[in-house]
Nanobody
Framework: QVQLVESGGGLVQAGGSLRLSCAAS????????MGWYRQAPGKQRELVAT???????TYADSVKGRFTVSRDNAKNTVYLQMNSLKPEDTAVYYC????????WGQGTQVTVSS
């Protein structure tokens, strides 16, 4: 059974930073691609960033240059460093583990005030 627990969300002013963490309780973490997604009110869930088991990363155009995804396989944890936050980054952020099927965390709220 795969469990993902996100943390690190909160309220921040525009221009500020937050670091999200996602801890996975599974022995397949190190061989899985991990992703961060977000869903704003009234909008569909969208991909923010991914990192493969080999460390290759991809980013949505809207966050390139501001967000950085990383992982620590020894800690079964994936991170999302978010800098230069904008009000439009406000959303619930979800961690996802991709291995044969997607596994989702419960989400963490990020609110950026203007």
């Amino acid at each position: 059974q795969v469990q993902l627990v996100e943390s690190g969300g909160g309220l921040v002013q525009a221009g500020g930073s937050l670091r999200l963490s996602c801890a996975a309780s599974t022995n397949i973490f190190s061989i899985s691609t991990m992703g961060w997604y977000r869903q704003a009110p009234g909008k569909q869930r969208e991909l923010v960033a991914t990192i493969t088991n080999g460390g290759t990363t991809t980013y949505a155009d809207s966050v390139k240059g501001r967000f950085t995804v990383s992982r620590d396989n020894a800690k079964n944890t994936v991170y999302l460093q978010m800098n230069s936050l904008k009000p439009e980054d406000t959303a619930v952020y979800y961690c996802c583990l991709h291995y044969l099927r997607p596994y989702w965390g419960q989400g963490t709220q990020v609110t950026v005030s203007s």
